[in-house]
């Protein structure tokens, strides 16, 4: 529910936005990576985390308004679209502060009609009414517990982070045709640009059925895709915090 709330948060603000342009009825696209628009430090906006939601700042407007979000109901990612560093910010459903065993929790607090909802929350954002789309969201799509956000938060919970991965290309200079867009009928996200004579495309969706967040690097010429992963989160973990993964290449 709260991942739905925050997928339409972020869609809201896109069609707000004077640079945003839809190429058709369903289609959100930009001309400038996420990070162009705000901070390029990865987890910044997370190191700033307060546990009291009414004062809890978020200085990295590139996910707050730039980034393109994609979920399935397990997944939700914001997909940055950068050139030499890809970086996407994401969670998974079981990563989440209180619930059961948390002090006066309350069980099932969820709204299970909010879907039934979902149709007219998207026809008003499509048509521009976003003061509409915000009431019917707060009507329908928040839970049943407290009135006090920040109580709720304690006894609920809510979702957490998992982190970034960064996905280093290697590709620097000046790029052509730069595009990156959201099919919001599919759910398809789609980056693509020209650089030094070579058409690059990469493609990225969550599946629902399989529950994975899936990536696809594309050139059409041979030898140009040169991939070194990284992964950061602000959860203590066994390993280290970031972790480098063997370079790619194809």
């Known amino acids: 529910m709260d991942k739905a709330k925050s997928m339409l948060t972020a869609l809201a603000s896109l069609l707000a936005l004077p640079l945003f342009a839809a190429a058709a009825e369903t289609t959100l696209w930009y001309d400038h990576a996420a990070d162009d628009y705000g901070l390029k430090s990865p987890l910044k906006c997370w190191e700033v985390e307060n546990p009291n939601r009414t004062h809890k700042p978020n200085p990295d407007k590139a996910w707050e308004k730039y980034a393109l979000p994609l979920g399935n109901g397990f997944i939700g990612a914001m997909v940055y679209g950068g050139v030499s560093t890809e970086r996407i910010q994401f969670n998974e459903h079981s990563l989440w502060s209180g619930g059961p065993g948390s002090e006066g929790w309350m069980k099932d607090q969820n709204n299970h009609d909010a879907h039934k909802h979902l149709p007219?929350?998207?026809?008003?954002?499509?048509?521009?009414?976003?003061?509409?789309?915000?009431?019917?969201?707060?009507?329908?799509?928040?839970?049943?517990?407290?009135?006090?956000?920040?109580?709720?938060?304690?006894?609920?919970?809510?979702?957490?982070?998992?982190?970034?991965?960064?996905?280093?290309?290697?590709?620097?200079?000046?790029?052509?045709?730069?595009?990156?867009?959201?099919?919001?009928?599919?759910?398809?996200?789609?980056?693509?640009?020209?650089?030094?004579?070579?058409?690059?495309?990469?493609?990225?969706?969550?599946?629902?059925?399989?529950?994975?967040?899936?990536?696809?690097?594309?050139?059409?010429?041979?030898?140009?895709?040169?991939?070194?992963?990284?992964?950061?989160?602000?959860?203590?973990?066994?390993?280290?915090?970031?972790?480098?993964?063997?370079?790619?290449?194809?």
């Open 120 to 250: 007219e929350i998207c026809k008003a954002m499509l048509d521009g009414n976003s003061k509409k789309a915000d009431q019917l969201s707060k009507e329908h799509l928040r839970g049943i517990g407290s009135d006090d956000r920040n109580e709720a938060d304690k006894n609920f919970g809510r979702y957490q982070t998992f982190g970034e991965l960064t996905i280093e290309t290697g590709q620097t200079g000046d790029t052509e045709n730069y595009r990156r867009s959201l099919d919001l009928s599919t759910g398809l996200q789609t980056t693509a640009y020209t650089l030094d004579g070579a058409a690059y495309t990469r493609t990225t969706f969550c599946s629902n059925p399989d529950r994975v967040l899936v990536f696809r690097f594309e050139a059409d010429q041979p030898g140009l895709q040169n991939l070194n992963l990284q992964f950061a989160t602000p959860h203590n973990n066994k390993a280290p915090t970031t972790q480098r993964v063997e370079v790619l290449t194809f």
